[in-house]
């Protein structure tokens, strides 16, 4: 927990804020930079679709090689340290 304290992540504010191919860390909406992300490196597969503040998008997440529809209702984006 520690070093993610210092890791000067940022959240993003929807999935339509960074491109496919990216590599975020995806935390429970109601976590911030301190918790350990639920899904780490997780890799944008598909542009995100639906209203703002519900979009969805699918994500390559680690250790499954299908894409899985991930809701910004239940998860939100964070930058990786860097």
């Not at 520690?2 to 504010?13: D, I, L, V």
């Not at 491109?19 to 860390?25: I, L, P, Q, R």
């Not at 109601?30 to 699918?58: I, L, Q, V, W, Y």
């Amino acid at each position: 927990m520690g070093a993610m304290a210092n890791s000067h992540a940022f959240r993003y504010r929807s999935f339509d804020d960074f491109a496919v191919g990216k590599e975020v860390h995806l935390r429970l909406t109601e976590e911030d930079e301190t918790d350990e992300p639920t899904f780490r490196n997780a890799k944008k597969a598909s542009e995100a679709s639906g209203k703002t503040g519900e979009m969805h998008a699918d994500f390559y997440l680690d250790g499954n090689p299908y894409r899985t529809e991930i809701s910004e209702k239940v998860y939100a984006a964070w930058s990786l340290h860097e």
